[in-house]
């Protein structure tokens, strides 16, 4: 039982340090459904779920063996939130309703994978380290973990504060933290300075 117990904490902390990130964005995505209706919340949580379970299998295919992860070029993805923040800005219409930032399903999707492209670099080491039986656990537990993330993340978006927050400021705010993350993600991977060394 102990050794379950541990696995679970294990599974959670890994988790949570790997996905902290996707609170903002899920509870950008969920103000947005409040006042756009685009996504609808069914799309945010399933498209959690899809980004989710493709950075998983990528783990799970790297630990493997079967897939050589190029580190540094991953942090490409990077560029896909920053697309979207940067059209979200550029059709901002006369009211001031925070834009639809991502569409649907495939998008929220697309914007799980792009922020989690670092999951994979920590998924590979730790999925190869577990015996099967753990790795069940760990699997489990992000399941249910993802679920808990959609549902504080709903929870804050339908938090007052955070409304009128969005409501003054949205127009410009939520592409702007889908434009800031892709800043991070982009600068983080060390990507451009592998591209400077090509240029060079």
Do not use: E, K
């Not at 964005?25 to 209706?37: C, E, K, N």
């Not at 069940?136 to 938090?159: N, S, T």
């Amino acid at each position: 039982m102990t050794d379950l117990w541990g696995s679970v904490s294990g599974a959670a902390a890994v988790f949570a340090a790997t996905n902290l990130d996707d609170i903002v964005v899920l509870t950008v995505l969920f103000v947005a459904t409040r006042s756009t209706g685009r996504p609808r919340p069914w799309q945010i949580v399933t498209g959690q779920y899809l980004g989710i379970t493709a950075l998983v299998a990528a783990g799970l295919v790297g630990a493997a063996g079967l897939l050589v992860v190029p580190d540094p070029w991953t942090g490409l993805l990077g560029l896909l939130p920053i697309a979207l923040g940067v059209r979200a800005l550029l059709a901002r219409t006369d009211d001031d309703a925070p834009p639809a930032v991502v569409g649907g399903l495939l998008g929220v999707a697309g914007v799980t994978v792009a922020n989690g492209a670092d999951n994979i670099a920590v998924y590979v080491p730790v999925f190869r380290a577990l015996d099967p039986g753990t790795g069940l656990v760990y699997l489990l537990v992000f399941a249910v973990l993802v679920a808990v993330w959609c549902g504080v993340a709903a929870m804050l978006g339908g938090h007052p504060r955070v409304i009128r927050l969005i409501d003054r400021a949205g127009h410009w705010l939520v592409p702007a933290v889908f434009i800031a993350i892709g800043v991070v993600i982009v600068a983080g991977s060390g990507v451009l300075g592998r591209l400077a060394d090509l240029a060079a």
